[in-house]
């Protein structure tokens, strides 16, 4: 139950729906056991954020943008089968500071944008790695003195 959570999820939730009321929701949710988001478990909130989640529409507007920044990035040149690459990528400060998985509506637009700039650019350079530098084979001239002395 209770704990230190960010509700933020939620009220953002109900700022899309007119007329809904907090009370009455978790009042719904929790089978009349509680009318407060703190006394609600984890369970019954994600519950009830993934409905409202869906009656808005929101979680298909996620699944639409995270499905077309994959794209994107795999066009730029992430590779996007290994979900490691995908989060650091995302981690970056330059790209969004933050988990692919953590991306709200807002921060996908965003990435959205900045990898459309990255293809106008030419997509991401591959950073050769050290290894490439290490076996290089590289030539030295020694001179040998004057060969006719011999």
């Given at each position: 139950m209770g704990g230190e959570r960010n509700y933020a999820r939620f009220y953002c939730l109900l700022k899309q729906l007119p007329g809904a009321d907090k009370e009455t929701l978790v009042e719904q949710y929790t089978n009349g056991r509680t009318t407060s988001l703190r006394e609600m478990t984890v369970k019954e909130y994600n519950a009830m954020c993934m409905?409202?989640?869906?009656?808005?529409?929101?979680?298909?507007?996620?699944?639409?943008r995270r499905s077309l920044c994959l794209k994107l990035m795999q066009q730029s040149g992430v590779d996007t089968t290994d979900w490691q690459?995908?989060?650091?990528?995302?981690?970056?400060?330059?790209?969004?500071?933050?988990?692919?998985?953590?991306?709200?509506?807002?921060?996908?637009?965003?990435?959205?944008?900045?990898?459309?700039?990255i293809m106008r650019k030419g997509g991401l350079k591959p950073n050769p790695s050290r290894d490439e530098h290490s076996n290089a084979t590289s030539f030295v001239y020694i001179p040998m003195g004057n060969m006719a002395e011999s």
């Open positions: 409905s409202l989640e869906d009656h808005t529409g929101r979680r298909v507007q996620v699944r639409k690459r995908i989060n650091d990528f995302c981690r970056h400060p330059r790209i969004a500071g933050k988990a692919f998985a953590r991306l709200n509506v807002a921060d996908l637009d965003l990435l959205q944008t900045k990898l459309r700039s």
